[in-house]
């Protein structure tokens, strides 16, 4: 009679003690999970803020780079144009050297 009665106390018990096991387990389950998602949002929070960023100073550096070009553009224009006077000038001097040398010879 006794031993029966520890034999069903005992299983009580394990029974018991397997819920709490179980009821742990899944609360501890469902802890892991928030953190883990808190810990991936912030995550790819910092991603999308560096990726922003990147986008940012592409940008500013795009139109940096198109205004130098333009400027650049200028100036190739404006020594094209400096050049051409360069030449003509060139021109009118040997044509004034052959007339001197003319009249030398």
Do not use: C, P
């Given at each position: 009679?006794?031993?029966?009665?520890?034999?069903?106390?005992?299983?009580?018990?394990?029974?018991?003690?397997?819920?709490?096991?179980?009821?742990?387990?899944?609360?501890?389950?469902?802890?892991?999970?928030?953190?883990?998602?808190?810990?991936?949002?912030?995550?790819?929070?910092?991603?999308?803020?560096?990726?922003?960023?990147?986008?940012?100073?592409?940008?500013?550096?795009?139109?940096?780079?198109?205004?130098e070009?333009?400027?650049?553009?200028n100036?190739?224009?404006d020594?094209?144009?400096?050049?051409?006077?360069?030449?003509?000038?060139?021109?009118?001097?040997?044509?004034?050297?052959?007339?001197?040398?003319?009249?030398?010879?």
């Amino acid at each position: 009679m006794i031993s029966t009665i520890i034999a069903i106390v005992s299983t009580v018990f394990a029974i018991l003690f397997g819920f709490f096991t179980l009821f742990f387990g899944i609360q501890n389950y469902r802890r892991n999970k928030t953190a883990d998602t808190k810990a991936s949002t912030a995550e790819m929070t910092t991603v999308l803020v560096k990726l922003e960023n990147m986008n940012d100073t592409m940008k500013n550096g795009f139109f940096e780079i198109k205004s130098e070009m333009s400027s650049i553009k200028n100036e190739v224009k404006d020594n094209f144009e400096r050049l051409v006077k360069v030449e003509a000038s060139e021109r009118a001097l040997h044509k004034r050297l052959d007339s001197i040398e003319g009249k030398v010879s």
